[in-house]
């Protein structure tokens, strides 16, 4: 289980440093984009400049909102992340270019939206929900017909390299939180009735070492938050850097595998029936 407490204390430590190391989840923020754009294009009711409701969950430092306010520069949006370090970071950044942003520090799976949306957006962020499933159906229910909830997560696979050598060491290391799976994913939605799409892809990365790999995964706040999770010895740090680099190197850096899922769900329109 996640400890949100975990969770606010490792991001707020990672917010001065997140813009410089988070590479996997700014590509993430563009191919997010794309959809959040295709989501105007193809849709000749939805005016981006218009008096559209908007909800980025997971703001960050404001990675993905700084690719949407380079197109819609005069969006109404409310913007929600659990560490108020990251927030004051994404304030400062956007001050002079948008006054239209009203910032939330809060979580989001707890937090009372109150209102309706016809857009809800969030980067990398869902796989920090403690109730996945739950979550999904409160943002679904804050949706105006025809709205959409479009999102990137980090899926099953994600760090399997690193969680196939620590439990092959002692099962107690289950250091990862657990992902969704894309197929977890999709029967949460059917069971919700919504017409959805899903795309998966593996984002590779290499690094020197085993050391450089969690310093980067520490420098964005993003490493583990699991209860009770068991502290690495020395002696399995060590013998772990000397498995990760017998079993997954390639030109002599080892890779990391960043299993992606991106998601867009629609809400019907109701249709009134005279």
Same mark, same amino acid.
């Given at each position: ?6 969770? =606010?204390?490792?991001?707020?430590? #990672? @917010? ?15 191919? $997010? ?12 009711? &939805? ?6 409701? /908007? ?6 430092? #404001? ?11 005069? $969006? ?19 001050? *002079?270019?948008?006054? *239209?942003?009203?910032?939330?520090? #809060? ?21 920090? %929900? !403690? ?28 760090? *399997? ?26 029967? /949460? =939605?059917?069971?919700?009735? @919504?017409?959805?799409? $899903? ?13 450089? %790999? ?5 420098? =964005? #706040? @993003?490493?583990? @938050? ?13 013998? $772990?850097?000397?498995?990760? !680099?017998?079993? %997954?190197?390639?030109?002599?850096? /080892? ?7 991106? &998601?867009?769900?629609? !809400?019907?329109?109701? !249709?009134? /029936?005279?």
């Amino acid at each position: 289980m996640i400890e949100k407490e975990k969770v =606010i204390k490792n991001f707020s430590k #990672g @917010a001065k440093t997140y813009d410089k190391y988070a590479k996997v989840q700014k590509y993430m923020a563009e191919k $997010l984009n794309k959809l959040f754009i295709e989501h105007k294009e193809k849709n000749i009711n &939805c005016d981006m400049n218009s008096k559209k409701q /908007i909800l980025e969950i997971g703001n960050g430092t #404001g990675i993905l909102t700084e690719y949407i306010l380079k197109k819609y520069k005069n $969006l109404n949006m409310d913007l929600i992340d659990i560490s108020p370090e990251m927030i004051k970071i994404s304030k400062e950044k956007f001050k *002079n270019i948008n006054n *239209n942003l009203n910032y939330i520090v #809060g979580d989001a799976e707890e937090y009372d939206f109150n209102k309706k949306y016809d857009l809800i957006i969030s980067n990398a962020t869902f796989q920090w %929900f !403690k109730d996945f499933e739950n979550t999904i159906n409160k943002l679904y229910d804050s949706l105006n017909n025809g709205g959409e909830i479009i999102f990137s997560t980090f899926g099953k696979e994600t760090y *399997n390299e690193l969680r196939k050598i620590l439990k092959s060491i002692s099962e107690k290391y289950d250091y990862s939180q657990t992902f969704y799976s894309m197929n977890d994913i999709e029967k /949460i =939605i059917r069971d919700i009735g @919504a017409e959805f799409t $899903l795309i998966e892809e593996n984002y590779i990365e290499k690094f020197k070492n085993v050391r450089e %790999f969690l310093f980067a995964i520490k420098k =964005i #706040g @993003a490493n583990s @938050a699991k209860e009770k999770k068991e502290i690495l010895t020395p002696g399995v740090y060590k013998q $772990l850097e000397k498995e990760y !680099k017998k079993n %997954f190197t390639k030109n002599n850096k /080892i890779i990391v595998t960043n299993h992606i899922i991106f &998601c867009k769900i629609k !809400k019907e329109i109701k !249709k009134n /029936i005279v």
